[in-house]
């Protein structure tokens, strides 16, 4: 009896060491060991060569690996199933290898790359071509192919070399480094949707949110303008809703309280900050200079808005900053780190929580309540009348304001 007869009328026992791959290239072919309850135990060979699945049984193992080498050997190669091609299936697979000889490209590339076209497309082939022409016509060029960190790099140079402060590159740094880890890619490959997912993904509020979208927004921007995108690709990215609540604000004796918790170098920012309504970031910038004859000028390049304004110096402030005036030099001698640190030190030795920002919206808010006027209060803070009106009017009432503004030591 032969072997395959004896395969289909005995099931198959297979021994735990089989089958046996034979490798070429990326082909590989099994051979299986069957070993019937009665009778030999043959061998037999998974030879897909013609497309489909036949088992070839031969009785030795030797003249079974010799045959499956054999067989990889030839599939690895193309040199099986051409034979199964039609005359005129023959001629069109000639006409595509034709067609693709300029691109360089293997014929089961460019059908892949086909197929998956289409899909893209909906299925519907006879768009490919419009597309493909659509395309050319917008991005005429070949893009750089600069990484998202490299182009990173740049921006930040570009800012540092234009002037750009130490807090803002901090920030702006911050977060770009973020977004780089998640995106170790070409930054023409990073297209709106995957930066829709990268932010629907951050663990942060509204805000953040709208502040890693602003960033992202001038990171592309940048790379537009240099050419390493099509696009902007955060253009159309949804900014969601930032709802104001009150804004936070000192007490008079909680201002005290820092006062009095306060180093010696970090009093005129503090005081600046509470009784003037500078920014962090403009006190930061600002030189003993710039306090002069009652007022405070922050100019242009040191304000964030880009306008100059100048602000009237209180009683009270006075009082506060002049023992520590210098000529020259920084009203905050130190850079942006220490200041962080240094600002949560005084308020834990107060025995408060620094509150971001506070110290401009308590000056806002005492400041519209003692004289009543959104316009001038707007100069000051660099802001809108109509900002000025939704955020701070009638946050505390006049009898505060008072207290707030004789502040001038810490008792």
Do not use: C
């Amino acid at each position: 009896m032969k072997a395959s007869q004896t395969a289909r009328k005995h099931p198959r026992l297979r021994n735990s060491k089989w089958p046996r791959v034979v490798t070429a290239g990326s082909v590989k072919v099994k051979i299986y060991r069957i070993s019937p309850k009665e009778g030999t135990p043959f061998y037999q060979i998974a030879d897909y060569s013609l497309g489909r699945r036949r088992l070839r049984s031969v009785a030795s193992e030797t003249s079974a690996l010799d045959q499956a080498r054999q067989l990889a050997a030839k599939m690895a190669r193309g040199e099986v199933g051409a034979a199964q091609l039609t005359h005129q299936q023959a001629a069109s697979y000639a006409r595509a290898i034709d067609s693709l000889e300029t691109t360089g490209d293997p014929i089961e590339l460019a059908a892949a790359r086909y197929a998956e076209a289409v899909s893209q497309l909906g299925g519907q082939s006879s768009l490919l071509l419009h597309a493909v022409r659509d395309y050319v016509r917008r991005h005429p060029t070949r893009l750089s192919e600069k990484s998202v960190t490299e182009v990173i790099g740049e921006l930040l140079e570009v800012k540092k070399t234009r002037g750009s402060s130490e807090r803002y590159l901090q920030d702006l740094g911050s977060r770009l480094k973020r977004f780089a880890g998640a995106f170790q890619t070409p930054i023409s490959n990073v297209v709106r949707a995957d930066i829709q997912s990268w932010l629907d993904s951050l663990p942060v509020g509204p805000q953040s949110y709208r502040n890693y979208r602003r960033v992202l927004h001038t990171f592309f921007e940048f790379s537009l303008a240099r050419q390493y995108v099509f696009d902007n690709p955060v253009e159309g990215i949804e900014q969601p809703l930032v709802r104001q609540g009150d804004k936070a604000i000192y007490t008079p004796a909680e201002m005290r309280g820092l006062i009095k918790a306060s180093t010696e170098d970090f009093l005129p920012f503090l005081a600046i900050g509470g009784f003037a309504g500078l920014r962090s970031n403009e006190i930061e910038r600002l030189q003993w200079e710039d306090i002069r004859d009652g007022f405070i000028t922050i100019s242009a390049g040191k304000a964030k808005t880009g306008s100059r304004r100048i602000v009237p110096i209180q009683e009270n402030l006075a009082n506060l900053i002049l023992p520590h005036a210098r000529k020259i030099g920084k009203v905050w001698p130190g850079n942006h780190n220490k200041l962080s640190n240094t600002l949560k030190k005084v308020a834990s030795k107060a025995g408060l929580k620094w509150k971001p920002n506070a110290l401009r919206h308590s000056y806002a808010s005492y400041r519209l309540a003692l004289i009543k006027n959104e316009a001038q209060v707007a100069h000051e803070l660099g802001n809108s009348a109509a900002i000025v009106h939704r955020h701070y009017k009638e946050l505390v009432n006049q009898q505060s304001a008072s207290d707030w503004f004789s502040i001038s030591s810490s008792t």
